[in-house]
């Protein structure tokens, strides 16, 4: 497996291939674009800008981030729905999408001359593979959470995804632990573990607490199992009444809401809990600039649902957040415990009760793992260093196409 984030990084990302760029066409496939929890997709679709023109296949187009759109030629495609009409569309049309979208991917395909498709999600990127194995159009892959877990459960993915591996040119996975799960051995040497970088400020706070005296944790993430949002309540029910001076912020919305703000009144906690249900990635970042802590309290959800390494994590560390976490999926990758932030084991209440207790009640504990996990972020996981990443990774694969 090839850890590409140990490469060097040019002064100026933007210019790495640009001779080249002229010549270079690529098809990014997803089922929407550009999800309110996938920022992430968007970062990576800019490294694929700066090599060529980049078309978007997708099944809807959202942009509630509101980035910037017009530069991509779109292509909205319907998948089958239903059962029958998948089971049918497996073993007779051989495709996933409906009769006129597969009609459309034909032309696409034969009528542009793709460098190379990228395929978010490995459950796209088999529905997208008879295309560009037909036309011969290198691909590159992207595993970032479900796919590599809960997926891995279910026979009819699985046993398709040896195909997928054999034809793909790379593999890229955000946490190292999906090479196991995914059972990535006999292609190891096409497996590139690349994080997801995220923007890094040029100051950041450090992890000290306002003037008002009150010590603010922040949330931001789906309420969805495998975030562990209910335990975080019910530790900080119990943190509260230790601690005092002391506040919750639950950004996200999910199938856990209504759930979570019940055991909020339940323990009595609706002064002490705010809720701020699903916001843009610019409120992500304010409320980030305001907290004093960052929690996230990941495990492996009951379906076998994993996450890839969140995103807010690394924005939290970005911005000099003290950050406690989970040992759990690629987590570990970027948090050294005691070093950068404080991981607890999944579904250890107690760890995780007694890791925020010792930074709401230490700010110069906060400071310095703040501090780490800030210069940390800068050095290996901003945007620029992905963009590089990603350049080397599909330069080299346009390049040996094009032999």
Not at 70 to 80: A, G, L, N
Not at 149 to 166: D, E, G, I, K
């Amino acid at each position: 497996m090839n850890d590409s984030l140990l490469s060097g990084l040019p002064g100026n990302t933007d210019t790495t291939m640009t001779d080249a760029r002229s010549n270079n066409t690529f098809l990014v496939y997803n089922t929407s674009f550009f999800d309110v929890s996938q920022t992430f997709i968007y970062h990576q679709v800019k490294a694929l800008q700066n090599m060529g023109q980049v078309h978007l296949l997708g099944s809807q187009f959202m942009n509630p981030h509101g980035f910037p759109m017009e530069c991509y030629t779109r292509h909205e495609v319907r998948k089958i729905r239903g059962l029958i009409g998948r089971v049918t569309g497996k073993f007779w049309k051989r495709s996933f999408f409906d009769r006129q979208s597969s009609s459309y991917l034909h032309k696409l395909f034969r009528e542009t001359g793709f460098s190379m498709v990228h395929a978010h999600f490995g459950t796209n990127a088999l529905d997208i593979l008879p295309y560009a194995r037909r036309y011969g159009v290198p691909m590159v892959v992207s595993f970032h959470g479900a796919d590599a877990s809960r997926m891995v459960r279910m026979p009819h993915y699985t046993r398709r995804l040896p195909a997928l591996f054999n034809y793909a040119s790379a593999i890229i996975i955000s946490g190292r632990h999906m090479a196991g799960t995914l059972n990535l051995h006999p292609w190891s040497d096409k497996v590139h573990h690349v994080v997801y970088g995220v923007q890094v400020p040029e100051q950041g706070s450090y992890g000290k607490a306002d003037g008002t005296g009150t010590v603010k944790i922040l949330h931001s993430g789906r309420l969805v199992p495998k975030k562990g949002v209910p335990d975080l309540i019910r530790v900080f029910g119990e943190l509260q009444s230790e601690v005092g001076c002391v506040e919750l912020h639950i950004a996200g919305g999910g199938e856990e809401l209504p759930r979570c703000r019940e055991l909020v009144d339940m323990l009595n906690l609706q002064t002490q809990v705010i809720f701020h249900g699903p916001v843009s990635n610019s409120r992500v970042q304010e409320l980030l600039e305001q907290a004093d802590v960052f929690v996230l309290n990941s495990r492996t959800a009951p379906d076998g649902d994993m996450e890839g390494t969140p995103v807010t994590l690394l924005e939290a560390m970005a911005m000099g957040k003290a950050v406690v976490s989970t040992r759990h999926a690629g987590i570990p990758d970027v948090i050294s415990h005691e070093q950068n932030g404080l991981l607890a084991d999944e579904y250890s209440n107690t760890q995780l009760k007694e890791n925020i207790k010792r930074l709401l009640t230490d700010s110069e504990l906060r400071h310095a793992l703040g501090k780490k996990a800030g210069c940390q972020i800068k050095k290996l996981y901003s945007v620029e260093t992905m963009t590089y990443t990603l350049g080397q990774i599909f330069s080299g694969i346009v390049t040996s196409a094009g032999k």
